[in-house]
Structures are given as C-alpha cells and as structure tokens.
C-alpha cells in the first residue's frame, strides 16, 4: 500500500462486537492506521473530529445502523466525502441497494477472509488514487484551457486596438473616441437585450463583441489621403465620394486577414458589420449600400448612433463641443430617419450613462494639442468649422 501513499490510510472499523473489531485490527494495521468505534454514534462523533479516508462498518450496528450512519455522513458537508464499505453476513439485494443510494462504496460479505478484506480495501484506494489523478489531471487540463482562450482573447483585443488605433492616429478624433464610443455602444447594447426585437441579435456574449469589436468602426481611413481626411473645410462632392469609400476598405481589410488566416469567428462578423454598415441611416439615405430599416445589422444601428452622438459632444482645437441635451435634442429629431426609433429611445433612457461615459474619457488638453500638430503637419489651419467629423453626417 506504501507505494501509493507513502502516510498509511486511516480506516474506521465500526463494529458493536469487540472481538471482531479487535481481528480487524491486526488484519490491517501493517498497511493501514486503524481506529474503531463501537456504535454508529460514536463513529459519526471520530469522522467529524478527524474525517478517515474509509469507514469498515457493520450494517447491523445499533441505533443508528450502517445504512443510517452512511445517511448522516451524506447530510454533513464536512464528512460527506467519506467512503463507506459495508460489512454484511448476507446477501439482501433490497438492501443492498439501500446502501448504495445512500452512499455505500461496496459491500464484503462475512465471514471475512483476511486476504480478502485486504485485497478490496487495496482495490479501493488504488481506484480511489486513480480518481483522485483523473480529476487532478482534468483540473490540470481545464485551467490550461481556460488560460489558452484568456490568452486568445487578450490577444483578439490587442490586435483590435492596435488596427483601431493605426486608423485613430491620421483622423482628427482622439484616442479617447475609441472608448467612449465603444463604451455607448456596450451601455445601449446592453439595454436593448431585453428588447424583444433586439434579444436575437444581443443575446449571448455578442454584446461583449460588440463593446470589443467597435473600435474598427473606421479602420478603413487609412486608405483615405490626408488632404481629404484631414480638411477642415466643406469636402467637395468629388471628396465627400472619396471620404465614401473607407467603409469599403475596411471591410476588404477585413476580409483580406480572415481569407488569409481561413478564420471564421464571430467577432470578425460583428466586425465587418460594424466597419461596412455603420453609415447607414434608418430611411436608406445613407451610405454604403444605401441599407434601410431592418435590413442594417444592429451592431451598425449601435455604432450609428454612438459615432454621431460623440461627434456632436466632443470638442476640438477649432470647435467646442456641444452640450448632451443639445446633442439629445438633435438626435431625437432624427428618430426614423438617420437612427432606428427603439435605438433613440434607449438612448434617451440611458442620458446620464452616456455622460458619464463622456466624462470619464474626456480629451485632456494634451490630446487636443496632440491633434492641432497633426493639423499643421497636413498643412490645414482651424477655421471655425464643421459640427463633426467629416464623414459622420449631423442633423
């Protein structure tokens, strides 16, 4: 037995006949550290006060019985995790099963053998050993699983922030548009998931992608030239159809990485809908595709919203920025035509949350500097100028 457990296994004989407790005694004691009890009273008061790792009892014990005994020992959590083997002089079927429903490990019929009793006790703790590996190995198994997804996780959400950003340094937004608006996005997502007409498309951990995947909502402006992304002035028809394209051209960026890579993951979906839809206007008067209604995937609808209501609010070098009730005000006139009606409705409802979003990754001063050299670099000053970003078209 020492080759599997180099501390001896302590067993609990329960047996109300001394003499035979006594003989089991001597038959285990080489392998295993005996301690007796006489009734099951006793046994219950030793198995809370140092639980053993297997209890040997009479199933004719007096009150309580072995089948009792095993039944206490199920209903307290601190010994409920202890085996019990039945000793029996017959063979009772009906109780037998009584045993095994309460707990019973295995029975061994008397008169006892001692090479018997040594060999099924050994049999036990060798497949309690194995158990035990079994269920260490999984644990083993399922923590290194858990830290792979972790692991893919992390570095899903860095590579999401890192392209976010690349197309965030040549546009006039700062960095903390990004996270205000993914944070709208996360805050009306999770709201309407319990809209009817929203729970298909929410439920799950969708909304979580959601929140992760809206940074790339214009990844596509790295392929638009500076004299237009960065113009502060009106864009010209022929530039305004240049400005068009980005949502074209991060679907294709898109689309290129997972052809590449053969992935298809549910994130890069809610990605490709966000980027290629996010224009779209709730009466088909937007752009790309000139979507309306239901046809636009609600990641668009969300982001739609957010992108707009973060233009109005922020301010920049050449511009200040609009208060939330006049950027509600305005929002709440394009209710059925630039913005699906439940989207607006949550909107309003959430008011104070999208505040405190704005404020909690509001532009420092340093961000806005940041962005003026930008603007001299690309050679355009700061006349006062448009109510947004010149590819989110405000009411």
Known sequence: MDIFNPVKPTVLVVDHSRQEAQWMTEVLSPSYRVITASDGV??????????????????????????????CLQADSATCGIPVIYLTSKADFANDQLGIDWGAATFILRPLHPRLLLARLRAHFVEAAHTASLWVDNEYLETQVQRRVQQVSAMKNMTILALATLAEVRDIDTANHLKRTQNYVLALGSYLVRHPRFAAALGGDRVQ??????PLHDIGKVGIPDRILLKQGSLTPEEFDVMKTHPRLGLDAINA????????????TVAKEIVFSHHEKWDGSGYPQGLAGEAIPVSARLMALADVYDALISRRVYKPGFTHEQASALIQKQRGLHFDPAVVDAFVTLGEVFQGIAKRYADSDRDLLRKARLLAQAGQDHPAAPVATRDVTVP
């Open 42 to 71: 006793q046994a219950l008061r030793l198995c809370q006060q140092a639980p053993p790792d297997l209890v040997l009892a009479d199933v004719t014990l007096p009150d309580p019985d072995g089948y009792e005994l095993s039944c």
């Open 209 to 214: 992608t959601l929140y992760q995947c809206a």
């Open 257 to 268: 990485v997972q052809s590449q890579a053969d992935l298809g993951l549910d994130f890069l």
